[in-house]
T-cell receptor, first 117, second 113 residues
Framework: AQSVTQLDSQVPVFEEAPVELRCNYS??????LFWYVQYPNQGLQLLLK??????LVKGINGFEAEFNKSQTSFHLRKPSVHISDTAEYFC???????????????FGQGTILTVHP | ETGVTQTPRHLVMGMTNKKSLKCEQH?????MYWYKQSAKKPLELMFV???????ENNSVPSRFSPECPNSSHLFLHLHTLQPEDSALYLC????????????FGPGTRLTVT
């Protein structure tokens, strides 16, 4: 079984400051990793994904994340945040299932990022 | 329309009512999902369909009944719900079940009175 832990439930920052949202996962097999963002009263929007290859992945809205296999982490970063980045962010993991089995997508509990002027 | 759409966006129903949620994806994907999002709880996967076949039923009560008539449409039929079923119900799709990223609809905010 796999699990995802988002280490901070709320992260307040000031506009133009850097931010890091932390995510750790556990799995007995290789994984795919994702970050999603959810604005109020909306569904989840994919920010970025790690499927294979380079461990530093870049996403939309200036976000990036680094896959660290030894630390089983996939932290999300942005060098300078805007008011419009205020939202809830979810880390998710999926097993790299093969054959006819399918890999369940497991979400963390979410981190609420609040950007203050 | 593009992406994943859901109707209605808001629904209020009594515990004895029967209603249905609808989801449609315009991405040519083969897999569709229903999730439940409650306050202060992680997203809960409810059902997964791959090529119109249900491949996952995550211990969901029988008062929730999914239907997938084709790979573009997914329904969630609701009957005799409880107040604790009030939540945001999200539909998603992906190219292949369990692989690659999932694309989400805006959700249906359900309130059971």
């Amino acid at each position: 079984a796999q699990s995802v832990t988002q280490l901070d439930s709320q992260v307040p920052v000031f506009e133009e400051a850097p931010v890091e949202l932390r995510c750790n996962y556990s799995s007995s097999v290789s994984v795919y990793l994702f970050w999603y963002v959810q604005y109020p009263n909306q569904g989840l929007q994919l920010l970025l994904k790690y499927l294979s290859g380079s461990t530093l992945v870049k996403g939309i809205n200036g976000f990036e994340a680094e896959f660290n296999k030894s630390q089983t982490s996939f932290h999300l970063r942005k060098p300078s945040v805007h008011i419009s980045d205020t939202a809830e962010y979810f880390c998710a993991v999926s097993d790299q299932a093969g054959g006819t089995s399918y890999g369940k997508l497991t979400f963390g509990q979410g981190t609420i990022l609040t950007v203050h002027p | 329309e593009t992406g994943v759409t859901q109707t209605p966006r808001h629904l209020v129903m009594g515990m004895t009512n029967k209603k249905s949620l609808k989801c449609e994806q315009h991405l040519g994907h083969n897999a569709m999902y229903w999730y439940k999002q409650s306050a202060k709880k992680p997203l809960e996967l409810m059902f997964v369909y791959s090529l119109e076949e249900r491949v996952e039923n995550n211990s969901v009560p029988s008062r929730f009944s999914p239907e997938c008539p084709n790979s573009s449409h997914l329904f969630l039929h609701l009957h005799t719900l409880q107040p604790e079923d009030s939540a945001l119900y999200l539909c998603a799709s992906s190219r292949v079940a369990g692989r690659y990223e999932q694309y989400f609809g805006p959700g249906t905010r359900l309130t059971v009175t």
